[in-house]
């Protein structure tokens, strides 16, 4: 009888992990698609606004309100986000996605325009909540990096080609009309893809689902970081990936069109092979911090982040074309890291993956939007120079943060598999 109690649980254990497996073959996938469809139209929105009569300043507003609208759930879901099921989650934000992509395609005006924007906003903040939980939930909590770089790097993988593609989409009508098509098109994808989720993904209720919790909107709640070391990583976190964001949207745009002066082509090159190589180091960083320890993995980030930032300094100084790509495999290494390595230290620290991932999500909105402005600033009134200082500035606080933060990573099984 034992016996047989014994090789039933097996069973069901080895069916468990076969479902799991069947999960990420389609999760993972989802991850890309999601990834481009995210990503579309994203250089396309500020244009079409402008088409649509909003002036400069609006135009930024409505790229902004986006991160805006995402913070805003973040920060007083955290008690409720985190605590949906995935796959619903991922599905209804990925329409919600598709309906502001319809909504900004059909716009007779900018507020119309504005009002799908936020739409989509919530949409973002749904799947970006439930994608990383359903990785961890996926690949198993003794493996929070292995799981947090691999889905970013999906998500990367597929923002990679993005802005290419939606810049292709957008050549194949004349002005406002294949503005328009893109964000359709992105709509189209949107569906695709929660279609996929929706059939494609398993029911995964919350462990303590069932009464234990009761899932609400509340103050930011964030039990086990309000601490001196977890709120140290939480600012690194911000700072970490607020530099990412700082190099992608504000530096390398910068010195591309200004100081070397070239063109929007050479641009998308330069961020796509960047985000490639984000993509690798995401892939491969994540399950090696798993089995050696996260500090000495974001070190290296930031050593490679700083050896970008000056070759990019030198790429200015002498106005080589060269010199610049030269800039983009070290910044990439240093963006994996910073990606996907800073939300695994906040989850370790959390101790479960739902206070680690709210955590992140806020440093996150929070970095890219402070640094991003504090580097746009710094240029108003430096130039490129002054956000390279900046920039560098951060990179060092991170280096040295993250040695008084410490290893965050315990003993578990993803470490003990190499003995």
């Not at 069973?11 to 799991?20: C, E, F, K, L, T």
């Not at 913070?71 to 099921?85: C, H, N, V």
């Not at 082509?265 to 994540?286: C, D, H, Q, S």
Request: with cysteine; net charge positive.
């Amino acid at each position: 009888m034992t016996a047989e109690l014994t090789r039933g649980a097996s069973d069901d254990h080895r069916d468990d992990d076969q479902g799991s497996v069947a999960a990420i073959k389609v999760f993972y996938p989802l991850s890309v698609a999601a990834g481009l469809t995210l990503g579309l139209t994203a250089p396309l929105t500020a244009v079409l606004a402008v088409e649509l009569g909003a002036d400069p300043f609006a135009a930024s507003a409505s790229v902004a309100s986006l991160t805006a609208v995402v913070l805003l759930l973040d920060l007083f879901g955290t008690r409720l986000l985190p605590f949906l099921e995935p796959r619903r989650a991922i599905t209804v934000g990925m329409l919600l996605w598709a309906v502001g992509s319809f909504g900004s395609a059909v716009a007779p005006s900018f507020v119309i325009m504005a009002a799908a924007r936020l739409v989509q906003g919530v949409g973002l903040a749904l799947y970006a909540s439930a994608g990383p939980q359903l990785a961890i939930r996926l690949t198993g909590s003794h493996r929070v990096g292995t799981a947090i770089g691999r889905f970013q790097a999906a998500m990367t993988l597929g923002s990679a080609v993005a802005p290419l593609s939606g810049g292709a989409v957008s050549t194949l009508g004349a002005g406002t009309f294949g503005l328009r098509l893109a964000f359709a098109v992105c709509g189209g994808l949107a569906v695709v893809c929660a279609a996929v989720a929706w059939f494609g993904l398993p029911t995964l209720r919350h462990p303590k689902a069932g009464g234990a919790i009761r899932p609400r909107w509340s103050l930011p709640r964030l039990p086990g970081l309000a601490r001196p070391r977890p709120v140290l990583a939480l600012c690194l976190g911000a700072i970490g990936q607020g530099a990412r964001g700082a190099v992608a949207l504000m530096a390398v745009p910068l010195i591309a069109a200004e100081v070397l002066g070239l063109g929007g082509g050479w641009l998308g090159i330069f961020l796509t092979a960047m985000y490639a190589v984000e993509v690798a180091a995401m892939a491969f960083g994540g399950g090696y911090s798993d089995r050696n320890g996260r500090r000495t993995m974001i070190i290296a980030g930031t050593v490679f982040g700083l050896t970008g930032v000056v070759v990019l300094a030198v790429a200015v100084h002498t106005a080589a074309a060269a010199v610049f790509f030269a800039a983009l495999v070290p910044l990439g290494l240093a963006g994996g890291c910073m990606l996907s390595l800073l939300p695994a230290v906040l989850v370790d620290l959390a101790g479960t993956p739902e206070v680690g991932l709210s955590a992140t999500r806020i440093s996150r909105d929070l970095g890219f939007t402070g640094c991003t402005l504090a580097a746009g600033a710094m240029i108003t009134v430096a130039g490129a120079a002054g956000a390279l200082v900046l920039i560098a500035i951060m990179f060092a606080v991170v280096a040295a943060g993250i040695m008084i933060v410490g290893e965050t990573r315990s003993p578990g099984p993803a470490s003990r598999s190499r003995s």
